[in-house]
C-alpha cells in the first residue's frame, strides 16, 4: 500500500478501503504529558465517502477551542462507531504513563460498537488490539480518523478539567487542563498537590515534599523531558 503525500487527511482510509481493509478505526489520546488529570483516549470509525468527510477536521492541537467542539459535534454525528476511555490519575500511577496510555487505545479499540478491520494509531504501534494496524507518524495531522479521535479524546479530556476545576478552583485547571505551566507550578508550590495530581511526575512529588529541590531535575517522571510541549496535549 503506497499513499501520496498529496493525498490529503483521507489519504490512508482511501487507500486501505482499496486494499479491501474495512472498516479502518483511528485512535489517538489526550492528557500524556499533564501532571494532573485523567488520560483519555478516543477511537472513531468514519464513513467512507461524504457522509465521512468533517468539516474542519484536523488535528485536535492545531484547532481552537471553539473549533473542536464544532468538529466534534459532527465526528459523533457522522461516525460509524465511536468510543471514549478515561483513565484517572490513580492509574495511570499505578501503570505508568506509557503502559497507561497503550492500554487506554486498547480499551478504546474494545469499545467499539463496530469491530474494525484495520487500526491506524498515531505515533507508535500498539500491540493487542486484536486487528492489524498501522502506526502514522504525525497521524493526527494525516490521517482523518485518527484526527477525529484525537478531537474526540481532547474534547472529553478538556470537559473533565473544567469539572475538576469547580472542586479545585486554586489550581485553574480550566486554564492549563493540568499541565505543566508556570502559574500550575506556582499553585503546587503554594498549596502543594490536589487528589488528581499525579504523582509520578517530579514537580508534583516536589510539591508534596517527597522529592529534593535541584535544577538539575526534569519536571516530570512522564512520557517527556522537562516542560510539556504541544505534542504532549
Not at 465517502?49 to 459535534?73: C, H, I
Not at 499525579?198 to 517527597?210: E, K, S, T
Amino acid at each position: 500500500m503506497t499513499v501520496r503525500r498529496d493525498a490529503g487527511i483521507y489519504g490512508y482510509e482511501r487507500a486501505l478501503r482499496r486494499a479491501g481493509l474495512e472498516p479502518i478505526a483511528g485512535v489517538d489520546e489526550a492528557g500524556r504529558g499533564a501532571c494532573a488529570g485523567p488520560l483519555v483516549a478516543g477511537a472513531v470509525i468514519l464513513p467512507p465517502g461524504k457522509a465521512g468527510t468533517v468539516p474542519g477536521l484536523a488535528d485536535s492541537k492545531l484547532l481552537t477551542e471553539a473549533a473542536r467542539e464544532r468538529v466534534y459535534a459532527q465526528v459523533v454525528k457522522r461516525a460509524l462507531a465511536w468510543s471514549v476511555v478515561v483513565i484517572d490519575n490513580e492509574e495511570c500511577d499505578r501503570l505508568g504513563m506509557h503502559v497507561a496510555n497503550l492500554e487506554a487505545l486498547r480499551r478504546a479499540v474494545a469499545r467499539l460498537g463496530t469491530r474494525p478491520s484495520y487500526v491506524l494509531t498515531d505515533g507508535f504501534p500498539v500491540d493487542g488490539l486484536g486487528v492489524p494496524g498501522l502506526a502514522v507518524w504525525k497521524g493526527d495531522r494525516v490521517a482523518a480518523c485518527i484526527a477525529a479521535a484525537s478531537v474526540v479524546a481532547k474534547v472529553t479530556r478538556d470537559r473533565l478539567m473544567v469539572d475538576l476545576h469547580d472542586q479545585w478552583p486554586h489550581y485553574d485547571f480550566r486554564t492549563h487542563k493540568g499541565y505543566i505551566t508556570a502559574d500550575h507550578e506556582a499553585a503546587l508550590a503554594r498549596h502543594g498537590p490536589c487528589p488528581v495530581h499525579r504523582m509520578r511526575f517530579v514537580n508534583v512529588r516536589r510539591a508534596a515534599g517527597l522529592e529534593p529541590v535541584g535544577a538539575e531535575e526534569v519536571a516530570s517522571l512522564g512520557p517527556g523531558p522537562g516542560s510539556t510541549t504541544e505534542e504532549d496535549r
